[in-house]
């Protein structure tokens, strides 16, 4: 416990309320700042994973995007120019097996001469047949038909040059291909040069295309780079805004803290000091006003201990160094305690309690400082809150689960005071919460009193809950598992009272 | 006599495509339509070009046409005669059955002709089947022989004196490749 006075318990603690209050009170951009803050790295993580993830999803789209274009651009273009290449190549290799055929006497090679020219105009055609399929402009199917034409009519030259050739007319065939081969040839020619021409030109528009979308990808991606660069500057940005608002807040959290802790202790301070003089100046005389004063001081410094411990307890609950030791328990056994415990307290305030136990309750799994604490808590508030109805109930039942099978132990604290509007029912779990309410009436406390008792709760493996109405009244209900198997069967034997509690 | 049947058949249909076919008829090279046939004798047919309007020759006709005699089809196409090399069955068969002359005699009757300028031109000499489907492919005027396994649609068989390859009448046949 004593690390709980170290100034970095109280930092802690200033920083875990700051970040309970500030969800509350401050405006939302802080907030959402505030929620930076505690995840900066990950936020920031998350932003640069986000922002590479989308140049990456860009920047493969381009990609993908330019190798269909090339791909495309291959397959009309450069693609297209070798299929005219391979023609033109064939064209002149009908020609050229046509000539051979002149060149000998020999009739078995004049027919292989013919065969190989008949080959490659078989090729020639399946080449026209296929660009023509291919073509899509005007121009180029009228283009596709007159080779197709030209071809044909070369052909039939050629077929009779051929003929001539085979059957010994060298003269004839000679004469023929000059006056109708070669003209019909250069037709041919002329028309592949001129699918060769627009092919180039497609070839160039589509270059001329994919340069362009090069263009545009790259300033795609230098500005998509620039808004991730801005994106991360932001994020940088808003984390470092966040970590100065939080370190205003938490100065100015620390401040509050100070002043209500100062408030809550000087007026016992008040009290000590001025009895302290009246004792030492002698004004105080007989038996009788020495007893009184004595009971104020031994009240006042009971009150600062109270809070001094509640600062204290709450710290070792923030960093869990508390821990209780959970054991079977008889509920009437502790009531009784806490009922005692408090008594002093319910009487010099006026109240009447009324207990409404249900006969043979069956043992609790709790830690018994932990329980009484919890209780003393929610009966002193009650006190405090109750105002001109001065009456509590303390009730204990056995009730089924809300959630799933089997059965708990409740014990409400029911009071019939000024009640909790339900849009403050969210926040008086929150450390150091005071509801403006309660600070407007003047009723003082440190706010830490139902956030502890909800912690304790918890850290028992039961739960705190609240039913109110503002002047009607509240109940607050601790609730408990029920001890199970042999832990019942030793829960009297395990009982045993701690020297810490304040039963 | 089912083979007798199947030959006839293949034979007629080969003769009755349409003559405006012939400049899309498959390649020479083809494979050969008719399967070979094992039995000896084989009819040796006559082929000519698909677009030559000739589909029968008497044999007297035939006669003259082998022997260069004749120069010019009906339709005024030069003729050229295409001929395997000598020594070759089918050759040998066209000399006995067609020519009725000897090599020699052959020879001799075409360096006499080609020196009066009674023939025109010596036949084609072409050393394979393939060789002579070709040739006769290429050329619309040229006439030449094949044994019946090596014809396939790229040339078209003419009928001998109104007699088709497989009637029994029909007076061209050469002994089995095997048999050489």
Known sequence: MSRVRRPTKVTKLLKFAFNRRSTYFVPFSDRLLSAASRHNAALLLFLVCCGVAVIGAIVIRDLQAANAETERMYASSVSGLQRIGELQYYAQETRRATLYALTTSDSNLQVEYADQTRNADQRVKDGIAEYGSQTKQPEETALANRLSRDWANYLGVRDEVLASILEGSTKEAVSLDLSGGVPAFDRVRQDLNEVKRLYGEDASRNLANLVASSRRSTWRLVGIHSFTLLLSGAAVWAIQRSRMLSAIQLAKLQMEFVASVSHELRTPLAVLNSAADNIADGLIEGKEALQKYGAILQHQSRSMGHLVDEILLFASTEDGTKRYVLQPLQVSTIIDSVVASTEGLIQRAGFVLDRHIEPDLPPVMGDVSGIAQCLHNLIGNAVKYSGDHRRIALRASTTPLEHGSGQEIRISIVDWGMGIDSSELGRIFDPFYRSPRVQAAQIHGTGLGLSLAKRIAESMGGRLSVLSEPSVGSTFTLHLQIAKGDDMQTATAAFRPSPSSHV | ?180
């Open chain 2, 1 to 180: 006599m089912l083979r007798r049947l199947t030959t006839s058949l293949i034979v007629l249909a080969l003769a009755a495509s349409p003559q405006a076919d012939a400049g899309r008829a498959p390649a020479p090279n083809a494979a050969p339509l008719l399967a070979q046939q094992s039995s000896t004798p084989e009819p040796l047919v006559i082929v000519v070009n698909r677009s030559n309007p000739v589909d029968d020759l008497s044999f007297a006709e035939l006669r003259r046409i082998f022997l260069g005699n004749r120069s010019y089809w009906a339709n005024g196409r030069r003729i050229t005669l295409v001929m395997r090399d000598p020594g070759e069955p089918e050759r040998k068969t066209i000399l006995r059955d067609v020519c009725g002359m000897n090599e020699d005699q052959l020879k001799t009757h075409f360096l006499h002709g080609l020196y009066t300028g009674e023939i025109l031109v010596s036949p084609k000499i072409l050393s394979t089947p393939t060789g002579v489907r070709k040739f006769i492919f290429n050329v619309p005027g040229a006439i030449g022989y094949l044994r019946i396994s090596d014809v396939d649609n790229t040339v078209k068989v003419v009928r001998i004196d109104e007699v088709l390859p497989d009637d029994r009448t029909y007076k061209l046949h050469v002994q089995s490749q095997a048999a050489n």
